[in-house]
């Protein structure tokens, strides 16, 4: 089956520099990969996803990476602001078609310090 | 994102009890999806339903079980509880644009 793994644990960065988060998966036949950002005592909110088909998606600050040859995909934070702080989740879809189960990576507690 | 709703919030049991969770599903979705979440942890997959027939099924013993109904609602269903089952319960309503949407879980605290 279907296994993520996501660096770093922990991630504390300057207000306005950027922030990277990397995880890697282990099926080739997973195709959707999308992120969360859960906040303290808060559900998981997707914030950006990618398919497979395509190796890069912005949406404003946020963007993701992938590279399936490698198997691994990114998310890119810029200009980071403190209420980016939270724990951030990657997954991956398991590629058997029959369901939307998401394999979870351990997550990234990031840190913006004003 | 905010029309997957899940009851109750909170729930506090004793060992050995009975729980029932509800969740429905964002207006036109017809699949959902359970998931544990533990603290410190990424979401565990439990269950996945659409239209009312069982997708899909994660790593949890056969205590947990689950149904969904006409409306696209479902039940996450767990018996004799265990303190491990203390955890975040969501819900996740699926759609093809969507992607998968999470409620505000039910935290449940086994005592």
């Known amino acids: 089956g279907e296994n993520v793994e996501q660096h770093p644990s922990t991630l504390s960065v300057q207000e306005g520099d950027s922030a990277v988060i990397k995880c890697t998966y282990s099926?080739?036949?997973?195709?959707?990969f999308p992120w969360y950002k859960q906040e303290l005592g808060k559900r998981p909110q997707l914030i950006i996803d990618i398919r497979s088909n395509v190796g890069e998606k912005k949406d404003q600050r946020i963007a993701v990476t992938l590279n399936k040859t490698a198997k691994h995909f990114s998310l890119h934070i810029t200009e980071t602001q403190p209420e980016d702080s939270a724990v951030y989740f990657c997954?991956?879809?398991?590629?058997?078609?029959?369901?939307?189960?998401?394999?979870f990576g351990t997550g990234t507690l990031l840190a913006v310090q004003p | 994102d905010a029309g997957v709703t899940q009851s109750p919030t909170h729930l506090i049991k004793t060992r050995g009890q009975h729980v029932t969770l509800r969740c429905s599903p964002i207006?036109?979705?017809?699949?959902v999806s359970w998931y544990q979440q533990v603290l410190g942890q990424g979401p565990q997959f439990i269950f996945q339903y659409y239209e009312k027939e069982e997708r899909g099924r994660g790593n949890f013993p056969d205590r947990f079980s689950a149904r969904q109904f006409p409306n696209y609602s479902s039940e996450l269903n767990v018996n004799a509880l265990l303190l491990g089952d203390s955890a975040l319960y969501l819900c996740?309503?699926?759609?093809?644009?969507?992607?998968?949407?999470f409620g505000s879980g039910t935290q449940l605290s086994v005592l």
């Open positions: 997954a991956a879809m398991e590629g058997n078609g029959a369901t939307n189960k998401l394999i």
């Open positions: 207006s036109g979705h017809k699949s």
């Open positions: 099926d080739s036949a997973s195709n959707y």
């Open positions: 996740a309503s699926h759609g093809i644009r969507q992607g998968s949407i």
